[in-house]
């Protein structure tokens, strides 16, 4: 098949959209289908090796602004490609450009939802032209990356409960090797090996709960928080949050460090020196939610547990009691006491360690590509002679 893929995130720019487009364009590449990826070029001329065509227009992370210029895009890859067998607009940005385009009617389209949409497409000035280009109507199939943002989207559109199709997230195959024996990632990190080591992976904003784990923390008996140490691996992006988790930090006798982002050997390294991810997401507002999350399942593919919390799309992530613990959304008091249960429980630790590896193992991107796009194997076929190209 030949395959579209309209991505507003891609690489270099990090976060869970940016990889989900990437490894579904790997994998339907590796099954071989011939793909296309549209995505901006974040002001580099970088000439990329990737194992499918891609085309970068000039810009870098999505604002209002730019809509017209990206449907625009859409509708002169429609009037020079109009052979796709998929377009896949993989996130809200290009959802209105695919819509707008001939695309519609004469493709099959697929648009993706990770989490938050449910709440940003219903404000009044996304809500109207949506309703005027009648987005639900069934001209696209809708695909949710987990059970929770499918039951948001069907709630806040008022969909057929079949409206709405799940395909959860892989894992890519690198990261089930990437781990090394935890001694020698601890020596190398000069972390003692009797220390309880707790690793979180993710931007430092509110979203992501780190504030709750310091609260936790703090709660514990002072001779179990002296042995702890917690690792935080992520940009920190939010000044005034940043300032408020140092303070918190100063009230606990834990070890805190913070690290910004990292290539993924480094980031391998830390997990593998860890006992425990932890990452106690909640919910903002604005409707910001984890619509799945993929650092557990990087993490686990590692064999590390999870401690997290039981809201939006994490239980699809982790099977509470068989690949970590989850817990009530801002509830420092219950996230210490399970941070205290799986630290006094080195057995139960294993057991959760061998269900979160063995979960990662089950979640490849081929999976998710194949339920996604309804295909195994693609053809043979020849690549284009131009894998890169710069649209004005």
């Known amino acids: 098949m030949k395959i579209l893929i309209l991505s507003s995130e891609f690489h270099p720019f990090r976060g869970g959209i940016a990889t989900y487009a990437m490894e579904m364009a790997k994998a339907a590449s590796e099954a071989g289908h011939r793909v296309t990826v549209v995505a901006a070029d974040y002001g580099s001329a970088t000439q990329e090796t990737f194992p499918f065509r891609i085309i970068r227009y000039r810009g870098g992370q999505h604002s209002a602004r730019?809509?017209?210029?990206?449907?625009?895009?859409?509708?002169r890859l429609m009037w020079e490609e109009p052979d796709f067998d998929i377009v896949h607009a993989v996130d809200w940005p290009f959802h209105i450009p695919l819509a707008l385009s001939h695309y519609r009617g004469s493709t099959r389209c697929i648009v993706s939802f990770h989490g938050t949409e449910a709440s940003f497409m219903q404000h009044p000035k996304r809500a109207l032209p949506l309703k005027l280009l009648r987005f639900w109507s069934g001209w696209a199939e809708y695909v949710a990356n987990s059970a929770d943002t499918a039951t948001r989207l069907r709630d806040?559109?008022?969909?057929?409960?079949?409206?709405?199709?799940?395909?959860?997230?892989g894992v890519g195959r690198e990261w089930l090797f990437a781990g090394i024996p935890k001694d020698e990632a601890r020596r190398s990190l000069a972390i003692p090996e009797d220390r309880f080591?707790?690793?979180?992976?993710?931007?430092?904003?509110?979203?992501?709960?780190?504030d709750l784990l310091c609260e936790a923390l703090s709660a514990l008996p002072d001779e179990i928080a002296s042995r702890i140490e917690w690792q935080i691996v992520g940009p920190l992006l939010d000044a005034d949050y940043a300032a408020r988790l140092r303070d918190l930090s100063a009230r606990t006798s834990a070890i805190i460090s913070f690290t910004d982002s990292l290539p993924q050997r480094q980031v391998a390294q830390?997990?593998?020196a860890a006992d425990l991810f932890c990452l106690p997401a909640r919910r903002v507002p604005g409707g910001g939610i984890e619509g799945f999350g993929l650092a557990y399942l990087e993490a686990g593919a590692l064999?590390?547990?999870?401690?997290?919390?039981?809201?939006?799309?994490?239980?699809?992530?982790?099977?509470?009691?068989?690949?970590?613990?989850?817990?009530?959304?801002?509830?420092?008091?219950?996230?210490?006491?399970?941070?205290?249960?799986?630290?006094?429980?080195?057995?139960?630790?294993?057991?959760?360690?061998?269900?979160?590896?063995?979960?990662?193992?089950?979640?490849?991107?081929?999976?998710t590509m194949s339920e996604t796009y309804g295909a195994e194997e693609g053809l043979p076929t020849l690549r284009p002679t131009k894998m890169h190209e710069l649209w004005p």
């Open 66 to 75: 730019d809509l017209p210029r990206k449907i625009a895009l859409v509708r």
């Open 156 to 169: 806040a559109f008022r969909l057929a409960p079949d409206a709405v199709r799940v395909t959860r997230l």
């Open 197 to 210: 080591v707790i690793a979180s992976l993710g931007r430092v904003v509110p979203r992501k709960g780190y």
């Open 270 to 272: 830390r997990l593998s």
């Open 303 to 367: 064999g590390l547990p999870s401690l997290a919390t039981a809201i939006g799309g994490i239980p699809d992530a982790v099977d509470h009691g068989e690949s970590g613990l989850l817990v009530p959304e801002n509830d420092h008091n219950a996230l210490a006491a399970a941070l205290l249960r799986l630290h006094r429980d080195p057995q139960e630790r294993a057991r959760l360690a061998a269900g979160a590896r063995r979960r990662a193992q089950a979640s490849s991107w081929h999976k």
